[in-house]
């Protein structure tokens, strides 16, 4: 385990976390919150194929673990990765935040607890199976991930 | 969403994804099971500091959100990011991989199994709530790490 990440102040939700003073530095901020955000992009690309385009077997297991590993990440406070300094590139880490997120932490909080509501169906439908269900319930959190984007991610 | 990530054959635990004929390029592979596992340490960081070593204040809901995110993450099937190729560095993706894991998956997906296990009862501790059995069931994660990384990773 790496020591430089042992003392940073988690928090659970964005909306809680936003303003935490975090005890890694801002290269290493910017290289975890592209880290969970390709994390999760990988396995709604999974669910992708399996419950929308149909190019892999539909297998509800896998859908639920893709499920579970969006929502956990979703709530896994990575609004103390947004800290100052984090604005822009640093060192190795190129970043493609838009600077206005920095300036409207309560939206951007909001955006977040769409995502965390959005990921939470997620779970529920992929736990019940029904394949139908599951794709509205993805273009659900695909929307809420959307939301953001557009807003405070440069193309 | 990323397209290249699309069409992936996920798994939802190694032992069963380590065959899988992932649709990723090797250097993805690679970026995105770094992504996992920096994830899964940044947040085994946070519960080092909130539950070992008290340098950040416990709280109960932070440790169980991070616990929830190594537990997922461990279950997301990762052993389809070690497809060939993904031995050695590719493009920009360095990777500590120790050659020999692609000659002993059945062994690496008993450690991978191992990790789950610990990660299912440090979730399990968390929603309890005793910090002591929280900071028992964290190096049991811990010690599920090791094993694979004293194998399996370059230093």
Request: hydrophobic fraction near 40%; glycine fraction near 8%.
């Amino acid at each position: 385990m790496k020591t430089l990440i042992a003392s940073l102040l988690g928090a659970a939700v964005l909306s809680a976390s936003l303003t935490a003073q975090a005890q890694l530095d801002p290269e290493d901020q910017i290289k975890l919150r592209k880290a969970g955000y390709s994390f999760m992009a990988w396995n709604m690309g999974k669910i992708k194929a399996m419950a929308v385009d149909g190019t892999v077997e539909y297998d509800q297991q896998q859908i639920l673990a893709a499920a579970n590993t969006i929502n956990a990440i979703a709530q896994s406070g990575m609004g103390a990765l947004f800290g100052p300094g984090t604005d822009q590139d640093v060192g190795d880490q190129t970043t493609r935040v838009e600077p206005a997120l920095f300036d409207n932490f309560p939206e951007v909080a909001e955006l977040s607890r769409d995502l965390v509501a959005a990921s939470n169906n997620l779970v529920e439908q992929a736990e019940n199976g029904d394949q139908g269900d599951v794709r509205s319930a993805f273009a659900q959190v695909g929307r809420a991930c959307s939301s953001c984007h557009d807003k405070y991610r440069k193309d």
